[in-house]
């Protein structure tokens, strides 16, 4: 036994089905086995946050619903659809009756607050980010306790214990903060004793709350952050996230099935891959584990022997991998493009500046940004949903020279993907972007920006929605010719 602590994430398809659950079981009995101190962290079962935000959302559209409403109908069927997953895994992997019963009761019970605060949502139709946060919070709360009664009653010594006790945010709801200097006390406090007795503590991922005790989240997909704040102040020695591939790999296996898993990735590999839409971790996973020099892995749940990919502090020899400089290929979808033109923008003083404050007002980040040399046009993405309230707010901020015509438009494209190849061994290699772009060109897939990461690690691309697949498999083709 190593006396070591290790941090375990289950994603939603790790705890999503009776055979998810009891792989997961086995997984935790053997780290048990292994490690010295265990800490699991749970997602909600796949599909659960997704219902739960469309079942609010659909509440707040509902003003004054009466008994025979759609919101009537879709709680009902919300209602039935939380218990029958939830329950038919407690029925199948909990023996003990009473530890059963008593699970089905605590997760009925979180149904109910759903269902009751849809409905005070349809009264006040409105759902404030507050609001949607407490909702949001009830698929981890729901997914803890079933988890912990399974393992409990596989004979492993385990707890529930909900992350908004000790994990502290600020009240940035949808995407709020931790406190990392509460959170180290209360999360030490709260576990170390635990540990000390061999319990397995199993929280809560995705959540947290304000030093008064109100819910927060911290982002969509963010139980892998959890994971790292947990690992980083206890601290942990590892942390492994248990997903549903076999660790990061060249590309999203659902575009690309050939897609091979990368044994080894560095820190800005990973950072790189994460931001610009690998799914497989979430971006702010990362910050907290380097900075407390924590090993991170990404392992398969439904294939646990597999050794999955290991970040590591920096690549060996030249980055490439078998030759390639490109390692991996990602895309994120739904994106726009805000163009501000004008011959006269050459002097008008601080354009991109005031852009970019104009754009950070509303709240939204900039995924990529591109600037002519001419400086007649500055060029960046945001994500569809809110392009039409940016162009706005950027013909508001500009006002004044769009009416003396130094500006003379601020507009949108249709929707584009911004598909990205990552790789660090890019930043001694001579011709990539070239390669990249014959590549796309021989694939009758049309660039219509491009921009250079700052770590040069990493080189993006913005192409036409209806070219995503193609573009994505084109230049995965690269990396396993
Ligand atoms: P979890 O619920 O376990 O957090 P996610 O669905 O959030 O899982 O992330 C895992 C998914 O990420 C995979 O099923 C895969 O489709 C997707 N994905 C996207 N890009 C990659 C990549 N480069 N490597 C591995 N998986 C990826
Ligand atoms: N359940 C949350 C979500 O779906 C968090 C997570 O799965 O990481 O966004
Ligand atoms: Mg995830």
Redesign the pocket.
Known sequence: MSNKTLVMKF??TSVGSVNALKNATQIIRDAKRDWDRVVVVT??MSG???LLLDSASLAAKSVGATRESPLQEHLQKAESTLKEKHFAAADALIKNVELREATKQEISDLVFILVDLCKAMAVLGEASPRAMDTV?SL??RMSVRLLAAVVADAGIKAKAVPSTEFVVTNNHFQNAHPDFKVTTEKTRALLNPLMDEGIVPITT??IGATPEGTIT?LG?????YSAAIIGAVLPADDVWIWTDVDGVMTTDPRIVPTARTLPEINYSEIAELAYYGAKVL?PKTIRPVLDAGIGLRICNTFNPSHPGTRLIAAVKSNGKVNGKVIKAVTAIRKQKLVTIEGRGMLGVPGVAARAFAAVASTGTSVPLITQASSEQSICFAVPSEVADSVVTTLEKAFADEIEDDDIDRVWSTDDVSIITVVGAGMRHAIGVAGKVFSQLGNNDVNVLAIAQGSSEVSISLVVDAADTENGVKALHELIVQ
Do not use: I, Q
């Open positions: 994603g939603g997602s909600a659960v946050t997704n949001a698929g981890e991922g995705f989240t969509r997909g963010g139980s892998d979430h």
